[in-house]
């Protein structure tokens, strides 16, 4: 005997809107309520995806067929929420028809537009095909029904025979079957809401089966999935999503998803686009960027080039500006988290983009049934271009160019329905080199610049109806090298790790997350550096004489081993509807070769729905780093610096004011202590009458506060938009040379008296994003933004220095002026060709499309007279073509 | 190590080199109201202390210092006429002028002809004296500097300056107080093929409208003064001086707006510095006319000296 392994059949259901619940009249046969309203309409769920039942084995042995009457509730995101069997077959058929279609997936019913949860009948039949069935008269016609371009299966289109009077539905994998079909000419007809209506010719032949495959154009050509962005997970007070279609279309970010964060709120502009991470007024180094939890050393490649991580591999990035998860540690300011796909590959794909800065290629496919994998490169070629254009010009002419390339490639097995392996491995490469075609320059000057990075991640995930778990390994290796003829310096980091994460809910009031996580790293540092001399001479500060001779040009040779383990434990609970809160806790112990640190971290978030469309939310934590391993080093360094640490406190509301639309506004204060800065004091021992420097202290402290907004529509299908509004002042203080015998400024009082606008505390941030698919291919965008100008130092005049013949400037108030606000306008077109296998499309990306003279900064002639703003980037158009299939 | 933080730090420096191709004056051409240099001679006064720096003065194991050097301004004003100046002796604020909640001494103010202007000096105020020494970093453990500070000014051009008087302790050893260096002789010609310059030349050299002319400042080797410091630790270093040269003109143009003997330890290696040399190409106008050349040398220790070189351009 054959086994089928699974039969459907419906009372109604594989239609789409020709559904009804067992028992219920059909669809629009309701009669209107007694007080003369029309009844709502009611559209009944739709089968997406289908699960095959496993026939049982001894009934199958013993020949016994059976069905199983059911009664389905089908919950409002389409998932079924419960199965009763109502009538029973046995022979275990009852539980295989209950394992089957609990996993089976509907499009949600709805009643007047809204989703709502629904009961139905549904029957599953067991059926053995006997081996002497007699031959059916007719053929059977076999298909799919695939999207064009991209090739994804299309569920739930129907598929019908206009002649035969026959119809179908895809399946899950978009698989349909036509069966007892006699030989004769066909036309197709397949028709699905999200696709034009496709018709073809079918030949049917005697005693031969046909097998087609259907390609229908979608009504919004998209090659992504899902398009979400903004959502908010519960148990932070503000986290950021961006999801792929978003991440790669925002106008003036080249396609670059992790560019796209510089838009949302609380994030300052950095100049010229080079993707300085400043949050919330924030140094750069005091936010980490993780990629698969593991925290990287660059983000983006050298002068504004995209980041350092193909686009085609990310999932999506959360961005959190402050108050994030106790998971997180090492940051005193926000996190951005760039999760890369892991999700299994259902079909073979590709893509390769050129444009004038970068060649991009990707390959993903399935490994068998279980497995993925995926393959990523891209290369910049501005040194080529440049030189080209040189030679072209017969010019003889030098500029230093950058030079990138980054590599990726991830696998992924599943090993059972619940658990994944997969291992990541990334790699990214940055220099800069000379190009000139003058061979004298050539030979007279040797610069170069490079550095580069690579992380293996082996991982194991685990995902289960009540936890969850995720355990990681790593391996990463940092280098740095500068050369030129006088100086160099070279540095290498390896490093080895691992973290595990668990989240548990035992109860639906209560759940667990969990972590622990350690690291050690090796770092050797070499070169001949300039280095302060270790000699004071009187007045040479002012003065500027010897401070820079032959002579302080040292060797320089460290090795040192850091380590780092840590943990974190964040419980959830939700007593009452709508309340959530979220005590958590980070410590860490972490290892400098001459300092142990101990951090514990102590964090609450609160969030309170009296409505759902209404969200009050609240946060207060502590949040902790050590200071960069040079500042802390005995020679170079002070080891007896503190570690830096941070308070974060916010509140703010969520609301969707209008389906679709909602507002997030959040007011913050950051307090910040212990900042490690660079310091030229001397420390004096008065009775042996020596010095020492002290290169660094722990003096620096600064505040940040002020509000941010988010006002957005929700992605759909053709469209999404966001408006981004910071208002906020950052100050810091204990920052310059306070002399080896000032009093430390201890007190609030005279702390605030030392108060200056931080470097880059940017007022007014606002960033205001839409883009819109227009059809026939064309999907255009804008990008607006409109900043303040960075905080500068006035300058009044020049002193003439006797002692070097140069000026030194006169400065008014420290930072007491800015640069003039900044406004950019940037554009994005794009035109897609969706063929049968493969989509071609083409994109214009302008950045300053009104070629608007924002200034970076300021330079002075020798005597600080005459001064030129100096401009930043101007009308800057990338063309690019990419190909994918 | 955060290699992202230490990559920018190197690489936004770069960005403003690349991107400062603004079109301003060169430092070498005086056009208007300009100090070329100030030296005082002495620049250095040593005082006697033990081997530890202590002062012997204060263990009244002799007479306090009295300090005299002569301060020298060389003004420029091709724009014709008297300048006014003022010159203090001074506590320095922030912004390099006297602190007005500070102790200050009046050197001198007056007016004068473009040129060079002497002042004397004579700090006699040891209160002073004590306070310059508390205002330093370190309060005075490696000697400290005295500021004279002033202003000059023409119309509506003023010129703020500042330069030190450095104060050195001689540790209980012989110590020679450093010497201004001193340019003996101007050569001019091709490299290694130099002639110098007669007295004549100097006062009233001829060149052509356009023509190239390559200037060799001359200092002797004897100004090149090998001295001590001391380090953190309080153990002597030795250095040799090294000269830099700076080039004014109120006409032409200078190649470069100094040469010095300072290695440039990103650039160049030590055999560019063997190689070194002080020399400068100096381009004549296209007009016809005297031009005023300077040339000012500096040890890099607050030792000044300059030479004064006219040119009459024609045809």
Not at chain 1, 32 to 61: R, T, W
Not at chain 1, 464 to 491: C, E, H, I, P
Request: charge should be negative; aromatic fraction near 10%.
């Amino acid at each position: 005997m054959r086994l089928l392994l699974a039969v459907a059949l419906t009372l109604g259901l594989a239609i789409p809107g020709v559904c009804r619940a067992q028992g219920d009249p059909p669809a629009g046969d309701e009669k209107p309520a007694g007080d003369g309203k029309p009844a709502p309409i009611v559209i009944p769920p739709g089968l997406k995806q289908f699960v095959n039942a496993e026939y049982p084995a001894a009934a199958s042995k013993a020949g016994i067929e059976g069905s199983v009457g059911l009664l389905v509730v089908v919950d409002e995101t389409g998932k079924v929420s419960e199965v009763t069997v109502q009538q029973p077959a046995g022979h275990g058929f009852d539980e295989a028809a209950v394992a089957a279609v609990t996993a089976f997936e509907f499009e949600p019913a709805s009643m007047d537009g809204q989703p709502i949860p629904v009961r139905i009948g549904y029957t599953y039949h067991f059926k053995i095909e006997k081996k002497e069935v007699k031959k059916e008269p007719g053929q059977i016609v076999d298909g799919t029904v695939k999207e064009k371009g991209v090739g994804l299966p299309v569920v739930g289109a129907e598929v019908a025979l206009v002649e035969a009077r026959v119809r179908v539905t895809t399946d899950g994998k978009g698989r349909f079957k036509l069966r007892n079909i006699e030989p004769g000419t066909y036309q197709v007809v397949v028709s699905s809401p999200e696709y034009k209506p496709m018709t073809a010719q079918v030949v049917v032949e005697k005693e031969k089966d046909v097998e087609v495959r259907l390609l229908v154009e979608p009504l919004i050509e998209n090659p992504y999935e899902t398009v979400v962005t903004g959502k908010k997970e519960e148990a932070v007070v503000t986290r950021y999503v961006l999801e792929q279609k978003t991440l790669e279309t925002v106008p003036g970010t080249f396609g670059d998803p992790v560019r796209v964060v510089e838009t949302l709120p609380g994030v300052a502009r950095s100049p010229y686009g080079v993707g300085m991470l400043v949050i919330r007024g924030a140094m750069p180094g005091d936010s980490k960027v993780y990629v698969e939890g593991i925290d990287i050393p660059l983000l983006y490649h050298f002068f504004g080039g995209p980041s350092v991580i193909n686009p085609n591999f990310i999932d999506s990035i959360a961005y959190y500006p402050g108050n994030f998860p106790s998971k997180y540690g090492n940051a005193i300011a926000g996190i951005v988290d760039v999760e890369p796909k892991t999700d299994r590959v259902e079909a073979w794909s590709g893509e390769l983009d050129v444009n004038l800065i970068n060649t991009n290629g990707f390959l993903e496919g399935k490994i068998g049934d279980r497995g993925s994998f995926r393959l990523g490169a891209r290369r910049s070629y501005v040194d080529l271009v440049l030189l080209g254009a040189f030679k072209a010009a017969g010019e003889d002419s030098t500029v230093v160019a950058p030079v990138f390339y980054d590599f990726q490639a991830q696998g992924s097995y599943d090993v059972t329905d619940e658990d994944r392996v997969g291992l990541f491995y990334m790699g990214s490469y940055d220099s800069m080199e000379l190009v000139t075609t003058d061979k004298e320059t050539q030979q007279d000057i040797d610069l170069s610049m490079r550095t580069n990075f690579h992380r293996v991640i082996p991982s194991w995930k685990h995902v289960g109806n009540k936890w969850s778990s995720a355990v990681r390994a790593y391996y990463g290796n940092d280098s740095f090298r500068f050369n030129t003829v006088g100086l160099q310096m070279d540095a290498a980091i390896h490093m080895v790790g691992g973290r595990g994460e668990v989240e548990l809910r035992p109860a639906d009031w209560f759940a667990l997350g969990a972590g622990l996580a350690g690291g050690a790293a090796i770092g050797d540092f070499t070169g001949r550096v300039p280095l302060p001399a270790d000699y004071y001479v009187p007045g040479s500060s002012v003065s500027g004489v010897d401070q820079l001779r032959s002579e302080t040009v040292s060797e320089l040779e460290i090795h040192e081993k850091y380590g780092v383990v840590g943990g974190y434990v964040e419980p959830k609970f939700m007593p009452f509807d709508g309340v959530t809160l979220v005590p958590g806790l980070h410590l860490a112990w972490w290892h400098h070769p001459d300092l142990d640190m101990y951090i514990w971290d102590p964090r609450l978030v609160v969030r309170y729905s009296p409505i759902e469309s209404l969200t009050l939310k609240g946060g207060v934590g502590r949040y902790s780093m050590p200071p960069d391993p040079q500042f802390t080093d005995a020679r170079y360094g002070n080891p007896d610096l503190d570690y830096q640490w941070a308070m974060h406190y916010s509140a703010g509301v969520e609301w969707e004011f209008l389906e679709g639309m909602s507002v997030d506004l959040l007011g913050f204060y950051v307090r910040r202590y212990d900042l490690a800065v660079p310091s030229s004091d001397l420390v004096v021992d008065e009775e042996a009458r020596t010095v020492k420097p002290l290169h660094s202290e722990s003096t620096g402290w600064g505040r940040s506060y002020g509000m941010e907004l988010m006002v957005r529509h929700n992605p759909t299908k053709r469209f999404y938009a966001w408006l981004a509004y910071t208002l906020s002042r950052t100050e810091v203080a204990g920052f310059g040379d306070i002399g080896a015998f000032a009093e430390p400024q201890t007190d609030e009082a005279g702390k605030d008296q030392d108060l200056l606008l931080g470097p880059f505390d940017q007022t007014h941030i606002l960033s205001a994003v839409a883009s819109v698919i227009l059809g026939r291919g064309w999907e255009t965008g804008l990008r607006i933004r409109f900043v303040s100008g960075n905080p500068t130092d006035p300058i009044l005049g020049g002193t003439y220095l006797g002692d070097s013949g140069g000026f030194s400037p006169i400065m008014g108030p420290f930072r007491s002026s800015r640069l003039p606000y900044f406004f950019q306008l940037d554009l994005r077109v794009e035109k897609k060709w969706t063929f049968d296998a493969w989509i071609l499309s083409t994109y214009l990306d302008i950045q300053n499309a009104t070629n608007n003279a924002n200034t970076e900064f300021i330079t002075w002639d020798y005597r600080f007279r005459e001064s030129w703003n100096v401009p930043g980037i101007p009308f800057f158009p990338s063309f690019g073509i990419n190909g994918r299939f | 190590m955060r290699t992202g933080s230490l990559i920018l730090a190197l690489l936004i420096p770069a960005l403003l080199v690349l991107a400062c191709s603004a079109d301003f004056e060169s430092p070498s051409l005086v056009s208007d109201l300009r100090i070329l240099a100030i030296s005082t001679d002495p620049p250095e006064y040593v005082y006697p202390t033990d081997e530890k720096g202590i002062p012997m003065f204060e263990e009244g194991g002799g007479p306090p210092p009295l300090p005299v050097t002569t301060v020298t301004l060389l003004v420029a004003n091709p724009e014709g006429g008297k300048f006014s100046y003022t010159l203090k002796a001074c506590i320095l604020d922030s912004n390099l002028a006297c602190d007005a909640e500070g102790p200050s001494i009046e050197i001198g103010k007056g007016e004068a002809e473009p040129g060079e202007l002497s002042i004397p000096v004579l700090l006699a105020d040891q209160s002073f004296l004590q306070k310059s020494a508390e205002a330093d970093m370190v309060k005075g453990l490696f000697g400290f500097a005295v500021w004279l500070a002033g202003e000059v000014s023409s119309g509506d051009e003023s010129v703020p300056f500042v330069k030190s008087f450095l104060f050195s302790p001689d540790y209980g050893q012989p110590k020679v107080p450093n010497k201004n260096p001193r340019i003996t002789e101007l050569k001019k010609g091709e490299k290694d093929k130099e002639i110098a310059l007669s007295p004549d030349d100097e006062t009233a050299l001829a060149a052509k409208r356009d023509e190239r002319i390559r200037f060799l400042p001359v200092i002797p080797d004897e100004d090149r003064e090998t001295y001590t410091v001391r380090n953190h630790k309080l153990q002597p270093e030795e250095f040799t001086e090294e000269m830099t040269v700076s080039f004014f003109g109120t006409c032409g143009t200078f190649e470069a707006e100094a040469k010095s003997e300072v290695l440039d330890v990103a650039f160049e290696t030590e055999e560019d510095k063997k190689d070194k040399d002080l020399g400068v190409e100096w381009v004549a106008p296209a007009e016809d006319g005297p031009c005023t050349l300077w040339f000012v040398a500096a040890d890099g220790r607050g030792g000044i000296g300059w030479r004064k070189l006219v040119v009459i351009v024609g045809p």
